[in-house]
């Protein structure tokens, strides 16, 4: 286990809008607001061929090979995430969501293009006083984070 503290700083509430992909308005709004890390919470809606990230097609197989999937319709969801900049200084979201509709649900990363259907609500909670970063990680060839 790695670990660095952090305290808590400022608290955004943040609507996003219809058609808005949710990782690229985060990652504008940390930029615009020089946010350098914090822990993400998101209820709403998300919309029809939205794509998640929902595993790899083997579990210790390499390089990886990422599966997605595309949502069908518009589903609810409730998602919960971090942002960290990398070592570039580029502000990164890795959120999870999980999206149902119809008493159906898939759980999956955001990275591949979560696109808000009407409204999202997210929460940011900024995190100061920490050095930690998302560094980029050999074999999996991912940005992880390095406390």
């Known amino acids: 286990m790695q670990f660095s503290e952090a ?3 400022r608290m955004f509430v943040l ?3 219809d058609g808005d992909i949710v990782h690229e308005t985060i990652e504008r709004f940390a ?3 020089h946010i350098e890390a914090a ?3 998101a209820v709403g809606g998300v919309d ?3 794509r998640l990230v ?3 097609r083997e579990d210790r ?3 990886l090979e990422p599966m997605q999937r595309e949502l069908h319709h518009a589903h609810e969801i409730a998602g919960v995430g971090t942002l960290f900049r990398d070592e570039d200084g580029v502000p990164l979201v890795h959120m999870h969501m999980a999206c149902g509709r ?3 649900t898939t759980t999956g990363c955001i990275r591949a293009g979560v696109r808000v259907w009407h409204v999202l609500e997210v929460i940011v909670h900024e995190l100061v006083g920490t050095s930690a970063k998302r560094m980029l990680e050999q074999p999996l060839g991912l940005k992880l984070l390095r406390p």
């Open 7 to 9: 305290r808590p700083g």
């Open 15 to 17: 609507r996003l809008e």
């Open 31 to 33: 930029r615009e607001q």
């Open 39 to 41: 822990s993400l919470i």
């Open 48 to 50: 029809d061929g939205s």
């Open 54 to 56: 929902v595993g790899p």
């Open 61 to 63: 197989g390499l390089p």
């Open 102 to 104: 119809e008493g159906e």
